[in-house]
C-alpha cells in the first residue's frame, strides 16, 4: 500500500484542520488504517485507528472528543478530522496502514503498521 498524506498547515488554537490520505496500491478496504503523530524531540505517538470493516473507531485520549477519523473505501482514502486544536497538536502527521489484511484487532502502536504515507505537519499557533 503506498499512502499520500496532505492537508497540513498552520492554523490558530481552537481551530480546525482536515487531514486526508490517499492509498494506492493493495486492496485499500482490507486494511486497517491509522493516523500517528510526531513532534520535534518526541517519539512518534498513536492517534487514531479505524477498522477495515465495521467503521470502528478508537482514539488516544489526548483527541478524543477533538478528532475524527473515517475512510471512504470507494475513494481509497481515509481522513482526520480535527477540531479545538492546541498548542500540542503540533506534529507531523502519519497515516499508516495494517501490517496484516483483514486483521481483527485495534491497532495503538506503529509495529503493527509496515505501509506509512510521508507525513504532513500541522502547526498550531497559540
Known amino acids: 500500500v503506498q499512502l499520500q498524506a496532505s492537508g497540513g498547515g498552520l492554523v490558530q488554537a481552537g481551530g480546525s484542520l482536515r487531514l486526508s490520505c490517499a492509498a494506492s496500491?493493495?486492496?485499500?478496504?482490507?486494511?486497517?488504517m491509522g493516523w500517528f503523530r510526531q513532534a520535534p524531540g518526541k517519539e512518534r505517538e498513536f492517534v487514531a485507528w479505524?477498522?477495515?470493516?465495521?467503521?470502528?473507531?478508537n482514539y488516544a485520549e489526548a483527541v478524543k472528543g477533538r478528532f475524527t477519523i473515517s475512510r471512504d473505501n470507494a475513494k481509497n482514502m481515509v481522513s482526520l478530522q480535527m477540531n479545538s486544536l492546541k498548542s500540542e497538536d503540533t506534529a507531523v502527521y502519519y497515516c499508516a496502514a495494517d501490517r496484516i489484511a483483514r486483521r481483527v484487532a485495534v491497532l495503538t502502536i506503529k509495529e503493527e503498521y509496515d505501509y506509512w504515507g510521508q507525513g504532513t505537519l500541522v502547526t498550531v499557533s497559540s
Open positions: 479505524i477498522s477495515w470493516i465495521g467503521g470502528l473507531t
Open positions: 496500491g493493495r486492496t485499500f478496504s482490507y486494511y486497517n
